[in-house]
């Protein structure tokens, strides 16, 4: 496959921006070149100046944990800059589609719409599975990019591997590989098939098992083509210092990260038994992230009455395959028993 063919023209005829760091070569000690305040900055850090536009210090440690090199590795304002992106990149507005498995994370088709690309949709089975027919039916020669979602959102399920590479040895565009929750499933992550798939994409976050979300940090891992398009039409400081430096002193703290995920994982699994044996609950779906979805038998009163509580857990009873559904986040121990105590009482 030649990834070429896929982006679009003017894409291909792009001048990205150019930086002053990118124009020159070797070591410096006087910048004057960007028209930064020369004279400092009134925090502790050297914030006065510009950050690495490609990040590479940052990518290179993120390499020694995930073992994936630089030249396949994006960075992101979150994984919803990737996601932009790839349809920035890929698809012609007003001509092109993607094909979207719904129930799954509603920001695929916000940014399809923002960038004017059409959207085809294809359920997933009722055992929250992929559809392969339908995708293969919905596809023609305009469709760009698939997304999957896996482990999946809201459903918590894992996405059967070989549909997926079913997908990556079939279609003629690019499959895109949502592992946001990858930490917590017992599935194995798809990057150890980038070598063997030039379209394959794949979605990750320091978001949920690394615990900063508040950084809004997201990686994207690709062949170095496809790398090399989103780092041309990015903004070109895309992710701040602070950004890098706090992301840099987390990967130092591996052990701890992988202790949250075990915890996690184990009251995932105590929330899930306690919440089978309340009354109220109909359902509570098998989940390899860090949520649970559970049917329950009136879930707007049930929302209704935790808001009142104090207690916030997301309503997704009208989403399709998801009637009756909440979906609720696996919290501290104390968090999981204040919790279960309050439905208890309703």
């Not at 990040?55 to 304002?77: H, S």
Request: include cysteine; proline fraction near 5%; charged fraction near 25%.
């Amino acid at each position: 496959m030649n990834i070429n063919d896929l982006v679009r023209e003017n894409i291909q005829k792009l001048s990205p921006y150019s930086t002053a760091r990118d124009e020159f070569k070797g070591q410096a000690s006087v910048f004057l070149d960007a028209n930064e305040n020369s004279f400092g900055s009134p925090l502790p850090a050297d914030y006065n100046r510009y950050p690495d536009p490609l990040q590479l210090d940052l990518k290179e440690a993120i390499g020694r944990i995930k073992g994936v090199p630089i030249e396949n590795t994006f960075l992101g304002n979150g994984s919803d800059e990737a996601i932009d992106l790839l349809y920035r990149a890929f698809c012609n507005p007003g001509r092109d589609n993607v094909i979207l498995v719904p129930p799954t994370y509603g920001m695929y088709e916000v940014s399809a719409n923002i960038n004017d690309v059409a959207v085809r949709k294809v359920s997933l089975l009722p055992d929250f599975q992929l559809d392969l027919n339908g995708i293969a039916e919905s596809i023609d020669a305009n469709t760009k990019l698939i997304f999957v979602c896996s482990p999946n959102n809201p459903t918590g399920n894992s996405i059967n591997r070989q549909d997926i590479e079913t997908l990556l040895t079939n279609f003629k565009g690019l499959v895109v590989i949502d592992e946001a929750y990858i930490n917590f499933s017992r599935q194995h992550t798809f990057i150890r098939e980038l070598t063997e798939y030039a379209n394959l994409v794949i979605l990750q976050t320091f978001s949920k098992a690394w615990g900063l979300a508040a950084l809004r940090l997201g990686m994207a891992f690709a062949s170095s083509q496809i790398i090399d398009v989103l780092n041309k039409i990015k903004p070109p400081y895309n992710i701040n210092q602070a950004t890098q430096d706090l992301a840099l002193e987390a990967l130092k703290n591996v052990d701890q990260v992988n202790d949250w995920i075990k915890q996690t994982v184990a009251q995932r699994n105590a929330l899930s038994d306690a919440l089978t044996t309340l009354p109220l609950v109909k359902q509570v779906y098998p989940s390899d992230a860090n949520f649970i979805l559970v049917e329950v038998t009136d879930p707007g009163r049930i929302y209704d009455r935790l808001v009142d509580d104090g207690i916030i857990v997301r309503d997704r009873s009208k989403v399709t395959l998801c009637e009756g559904c909440l979906r609720i986040t696996v919290g501290t121990p104390k968090e999981n028993e204040l919790l279960l105590e309050r439905l208890k009482n309703y």
